[in-house]
């Protein structure tokens, strides 16, 4: 399955959020955890990511140092700020809104059958 | 963890560390981080069992087509583009020379509209109201036009622009202003505020929602603005030899100088020092922040000095007794709004060239000092004007001055307020630029209240 680019652009940001919120990190280990969370599926091509670090930066959402690497090179760390920690908040309370309620229509359009737990999703909406 | 890798692998990646660099918003620590992600992925391809240039060249082909990355971050860091770049980029050239041809045909039309009107008997030295409501209209659209070919721009944005030069060349036409009437210098000054204004959103390329495309225009604007000053002086003395040249043979060239030298000149630098600024945007440092740092320190210690005398020479507004009144002339009241103007062009300026990401620096507590000193010569230029509008009555220039020094009073007390929150790190450095950006539809909204609106209001005098 791919998922779409409008998708993918729009996850990035409570994403990147939401991972830092467990503690600081680096762009390489961010992609990392975001190809384990989503078992590979959600996927940017790689420097897409540090754009949307540096923005995040600049609206003061995470806060950036510079330390190295354990092969001994420079590597930038983030970290979530405060008011980063209350727009992950806020992107959680809308993100939850819109998945309950798509969970809602489909459960109204297959009569309560979506979702199996083994994947084995509605006829008609089997994966692309 | 892992070494060095092979040095064929460390050749590939300072080669491709060159070629990225070459992204004119991507700057060294950028790269570095870059390299640390692409190091990561080939230790990682490399553990998974393929050859170190197999993980070399999937690890760039994870990071994503060059052009889009360099696209990316140019959106995202556009203030770069205004800084010295360490790569002149030679692939831009073909539409350097375009964009140049099309500069020298407008500015070509804009030199003849400003003198087409001498067809019909209006000449240029002699019919100054003529020129007071269609001198910027004349020139203007041929600098709009530029932007707009230049970016290609949409159907709608084009509409965006032409209709409000179409609505102003209609209000200034019909209006019947009182020949030499305080309404038409106004309308007339403002207009150009407004179509300047307008001309942000070809420069934007209808981007007008962005704060960022804003203060690109506003970066813009203060580079013409010394683009502009330039070419007038070395005009100047153009104008100045030219005429000892034809007067040491006997022949007077003042009439010809006064009659097109000027005119075509001026019309023409309007949009010669559009395309200047564009296309020396990304190969010389800007200049207006350097004027700027220049500046603010002067202008600082002008508004602190003038606080004191105010305070120390007493009543502001009523000459009474032996007290000298401070603002009792209207000279002074407009020579204080042109300094809080200055003062808000320092404060832009400033912001437009900052890093955002710096900690606050000395300079930025300057700054608020600016703009402190500001905000109470304001309040005290406020005073003197509703003194003195209480005592001799509204006219449209003390309303006007009025509403512009509400506007300004508003933006800097909201700007000394950000600074403060700024330097005790309670908000990020973003916060002050969305504030200054923000005020660019009011200012619009303003002067276009005081084109249309003040004319009928005043009955056109």
């Given at each position: ?34 190809s384990e969370l989503s ?90 | ?31 570095d981080e870059l390299e ?200 100047a003395v153009l104008i ?222």
């Open positions: 399955m791919k998922i779409g680019k409008d998708l993918v652009a729009a996850a990035a940001t409570p994403m990147v959020l939401g991972i830092l919120a467990d503690g600081e990190s680096y762009g390489y280990a961010i992609l990392q955890r975001i078992d590979g599926e959600l996927e940017w091509s790689d420097g897409m990511l540090y754009p949307l670090l540096h923005r995040l930066e600049r609206l003061g959402h995470v806060e950036a140092t510079w330390g190295v690497s354990p092969a001994g090179r420079p590597r930038k760390h983030y970290r979530l700020s405060s008011t980063g920690r209350a727009a992950f908040a806020e992107q959680r309370r809308q993100w939850s809104v819109v998945s309950a309620a798509l969970q809602q229509v489909w459960t109204e359009r297959d009569g309560g059958r979506a979702f199996a737990p083994d994947r084995g999703i509605a006829p008609g909406l089997g994966g692309a | 963890m892992s070494e060095d890798l092979e040095p064929r692998i460390e050749e590939q990646i300072a080669a491709w560390r060159t070629y990225v660099s070459r992204g004119a918003a991507i700057d060294v620590r950028d790269v640390d992600h692409l190091r990561g992925q080939i230790d990682r391809l490399e553990v998974s069992g393929l050859a170190p240039d197999e993980s070399f060249l999937i690890a760039v082909k994870r990071l994503g087509a060059l052009d889009d990355l360099s696209r990316e971050f140019a959106r995202e860091h556009s203030d770069r583009l205004w800084k010295q770049l360490m790569f002149a980029d030679a692939p831009d050239r073909p539409r350097g020379s375009r964009s140049l041809w099309l500069a020298l045909g407008l500015a070509i039309g804009a030199a003849l509209a400003i003198k087409a009107p001498a067809l019909f008997g209006i000449e240029w030295a002699a019919d100054g109201d003529f020129y007071a409501r269609f001198g910027a209209l004349l020139v203007l659209p041929f600098l709009a036009a530029f932007f707009l070919v230049d970016r290609r721009a949409s159907p709608r944005t084009i509409a965006f622009v032409a209709v409000p030069f179409v609505l102003g060349a209609v209000v200034m036409a019909v209006y019947p202003f009182a020949p030499d009437g305080a309404t038409l210098v106004l309308a007339a000054l403002h207009l150009v505020v407004v179509l300047w204004l307008v001309i942000g959103i070809a420069y934007v390329g209808g981007a007008v929602r962005s704060s960022r495309a804003r203060m690109d225009f506003i970066r813009f604007t203060g580079e013409w603005f010394v683009y502009f000053v330039l070419i007038a002086l070395g005009g100045g030899l030219t005429v000892a040249v034809f007067a040491s043979i006997g022949l007077d060239a003042s009439r010809f100088v006064v009659d097109w030298v000027l005119p075509c000149g001026v019309a023409g630098a309007v949009v010669i020092a559009g395309w200047l600024v564009e296309a020396k945007q990304s190969v010389v440092e800007n200049i207006a922040p350097v004027l700027t740092r220049l500046f603010t320190p002067l202008f600082t210690l002008l508004l602190l000095a003038f606080i004191v005398a105010g305070f120390l020479q007493g009543n502001l507004v009523e000459s009474g007794g032996d007290v000298p009144e401070v603002f009792g002339q209207r000279d002074l009241l407009i020579l204080f709004d042109i300094v809080l103007l200055v003062v808000l062009g320092l404060l832009l300026y400033a912001l437009s060239a900052r890093d955002g990401l710096a900690p606050p620096s000395w300079f930025d507590r300057l700054q608020l000092v600016m703009v402190a000193a500001a905000l109470v010569v304001d309040i005290m230029v406020l005073v003197a004007m509703i003194g003195r509008i209480a005592e001799y009555g509204a006219s449209p220039n003390k309303l006007a001055s009025l509403g512009l020094n509400l506007i300004l009073f508003a933006n800097l007390a909201g700007a000394a307020w950000l600074q403060l929150r700024f330097l005790r790190r309670k908000t990020p450095f973003e916060r002050l630029e969305r504030w200054q950006t923000g005020w660019l539809p009011v200012y619009l909204v303003w002067a276009a209240i005081v084109v249309v609106v003040f004319p009928p209001a005043f009955q056109y005098v």
